[in-house]
């Protein structure tokens, strides 16, 4: 530093000095070239605005897959349904409880219902403010257990458990008649019963007569049981089986029981119905080793001189004394589907005759109570009768099934 203050450099650094001060110059002037020889830049385009095209939301709507009126059985039941057009704030009130919608719009709950009818207010509100109701109905009703209890399906033996060379079997069932209200299930009943026969009972299939429907005329029982079966049976050696599903009719005085063929009128039952002891007296005659009758079809209604009236739903007409019931051969058996003053039901739930039903589920095997691989006439009867009872009852009805004769006799063995 020189005496007025000034700084003093040597020669060194004057010159170092002068050197910086010149390479700074020299690079801002060559920017400045560059930037200037540099070709004109295209300017930055702007982009044009979205415009949000979405049309607006569209209106929630609430689906029920079971309904507005919903009828249950049970005192839990859940509610199923589905919201449409939802996001994510869409919320879903079930009488005032929030519930969790999936990414679907699906959505359940189980809820808890007294006996009669309760009502379900379902809201649904989306982002929007917009809201929608929806009211459900659900009716609980009193329910029979035995009503609604699941039922097997009756299906005979795969094979046959049972070989009898000289057995035959006659096989009627009528459920519409030709002059006469239907008879529910018999067509079906018979036929079902015509494989029963063979692999339970044990009777060859050329050995069985069966008649169906229109097939069940008059002149057709008849000609069965007095040609057909005296042509296959064997004294002493035969046994015979006779199934008939359809209706019965009593005479006006009830000394006598007739079934109703297809062509059958109830105005003209002496001459146009089949008397039923004509029947066992003509089997009885062939001097046969057995023979069991499976009567579905019962005689109740009006007394002596009223008019016979078939019922909705059964099999039955005017009611019949108990002694023609009683004097059967000792050889015989008769399993019976009511008392003479009840009404043969259909079953509540299958497509058979409710005696039908439980005799062939009671053949089956089920009958079986000891497990002893036979099944008597005794133990197919307690069977029968305590199964139809207890589903007769849940219909509102009054059903006793009726057996006469041995009741130690073996009816099924494998």
Not at 321 to 345: G, H, K, Q
Request: aromatic residues 8%; neutral net charge; contains cysteine.
């Amino acid at each position: 530093m020189d005496k007025n203050g000034n700084t003093a450099y040597t020669m060194a650094e004057s010159w170092n000095h002068y050197d910086i001060t010149a390479m700074l110059q020299t690079a801002i002037n060559q920017k400045i070239t560059t930037a200037r020889n540099k070709p004109d830049q295209p300017q930055r385009q702007t982009q044009p605005q979205k415009v949000n095209t979405t049309k607006r939301e569209s209106p929630l709507t609430i689906s029920l897959p079971q309904g507005e009126l919903q009828r249950v059985t049970s005192r839990k039941h859940t509610l199923r349904g589905k919201i449409t057009n939802h996001n994510l704030q869409t919320k879903l009130l079930i009488d005032g409880e929030k519930i969790a919608l999936s990414s679907n719009g699906n959505f359940s709950k189980k809820l808890t219902f007294p006996i009669g009818i309760t009502e379900v207010m379902i809201v649904a509100t989306d982002s929007r403010g917009n809201e929608i109701e929806k009211l459900v109905t659900i009716h609980r009703k009193v329910t029979n257990l035995q009503k609604n209890k699941k039922q097997i399906t009756l299906s005979p033996p795969e094979e046959q458990i049972k070989h009898d060379p000289n057995a035959l079997a006659i096989i009627i069932g009528v459920d519409e008649y030709e002059l006469a209200s239907n008879a529910p299930w018999s067509n079906s009943d018979a036929a079902l019963f015509y494989d029963y026969a063979n692999t339970v009972l044990g009777v060859d299939y050329e050995r069985i007569k069966l008649l169906r429907g229109e097939e069940a005329k008059g002149r057709d029982i008849w000609k069965s049981f007095s040609q057909w079966v005296p042509a296959l049976s064997e004294p002493n050696q035969s046994n015979i089986y006779v199934f008939f599903a359809g209706h019965g009719l009593a005479s006006e005085d009830g000394t006598d029981a007739y079934i109703v063929p297809w062509d059958g009128d109830p105005e003209l039952l002496e001459r146009t119905a089949i008397l039923r002891k004509d029947l066992i007296e003509g089997l009885q005659r062939l001097a046969p080793k057995s023979v069991t009758l499976f009567m579905d079809t019962c005689y109740s209604g009006t007394g002596k001189g009223g008019k016979s009236t078939l019922v909705a739903d059964a099999r039955a007409l005017r009611m019949i004394r108990d002694r023609d019931y009683r004097e059967l051969p000792e050889n015989f058996t008769l399993f019976s589907a009511s008392a003479n003053n009840e009404i043969a039901s259909s079953h509540p739930t299958q497509k058979h005759g409710l005696f039908s039903y439980w005799m062939m589920r009671g053949l089956g095997g089920d009958a079986d109570s000891n497990n002893d691989q036979k099944i008597t006439a005794g133990e197919l009867h307690g069977f029968i009768s305590k199964n139809v009872q207890k589903d007769a009852v849940s219909i509102g009805r009054q059903q006793h099934p009726q057996l006469v004769g041995d009741s130690e006799r073996v009816i099924a063995a494998w």
